[in-house]
């Protein structure tokens, strides 16, 4: 898959603002400083289309980009933020509560997770909410230029095996090494969106 086409196409609060429309989506999920925003831009080829703020979680919003006029990209909000008052973290789960619950056409969840690190509590929770709402989800493992190419199959090794160990879970899932700024994963990304939408090439 090669993405000709993006833009944004609305943003969601609430169940009343889903699209509903039919097409395919897949939502990328992850802390508010692991470069979701980043990994969005370099997989689209637009370096403006999702905003990177300087301030980690400043996305309180659903935001939906149109993906070559076929399916959606859903950025939802950062997760783990410090500074959030609890009130708004309390927000934040009912907004995800409410998304899973009204995306008819979610196809697959695309979780952020620094590669240099084991995934935080909030991590395996969207874990465990994928599995729940049986959601089909991938680990992009993100600041992957920040280790030896030589090292990075055996960081995600361990970091599947953290998830498995904690979580106890039957789950089935892949980790992708990725890096906007090191140019790392964007073709296995892809393949993986095209594979999950049910997408092929127009000359296919």
Same mark, same amino acid.
């Given at each position: 898959m090669e993405i000709k086409k993006a833009s944004f196409f609305? &943003?969601? =609060?609430?169940? &009343?603002g889903y699209p509903n429309d039919g097409k395919p989506?897949?939502? @990328?999920a992850g802390k508010s400083n692991v470069g979701k925003s980043s990994?969005?831009?370099f997989l689209a080829n637009n370096g403006k289309l999702a905003y990177v703020s300087k301030q980690p979680g400043k996305t309180r919003l659903i935001n939906y980009f149109l993906i070559n006029d076929s399916f959606y990209l859903v950025d939802l909000p950062g997760y783990g933020f410090a500074r959030v008052s609890k009130a708004e973290r309390d927000s934040w789960a009912d907004m995800m509560e409410c998304y899973f619950a009204a995306a008819e056409y979610l196809r697959a969840l695309?979780?952020?997770?620094?590669?240099?690190?084991?995934?935080?509590?909030d991590?395996?929770?969207?874990?465990?909410?994928?599995?729940? @709402?049986?959601v089909p989800f991938m680990v992009a493992a993100t600041k992957a230029d920040k280790i030896a190419? &030589?090292?990075?199959?055996?960081?995600?090794?361990?970091?599947? =095996?953290?998830?498995e160990a904690v979580l106890d879970m039957d789950l089935e899932f892949e980790i992708i090494p990725v890096s906007s700024t090191g140019?790392?994963?964007k073709e296995k990304v892809l393949h993986y969106l095209e594979t999950m939408t049910g997408l092929q090439e127009a000359e296919e």
């Open positions: 609305t &943003s969601m =609060k609430n169940a &009343s989506e897949i939502a @990328f990994l969005i831009n695309v979780i952020l997770i620094d590669i240099r690190h084991k995934p935080t509590e991590d395996l929770q969207m874990i465990e909410w994928a599995a729940h @709402f049986g190419k &030589s090292k990075r199959y055996h960081y995600a090794i361990q970091m599947a =095996k953290h998830i140019k790392v994963g």
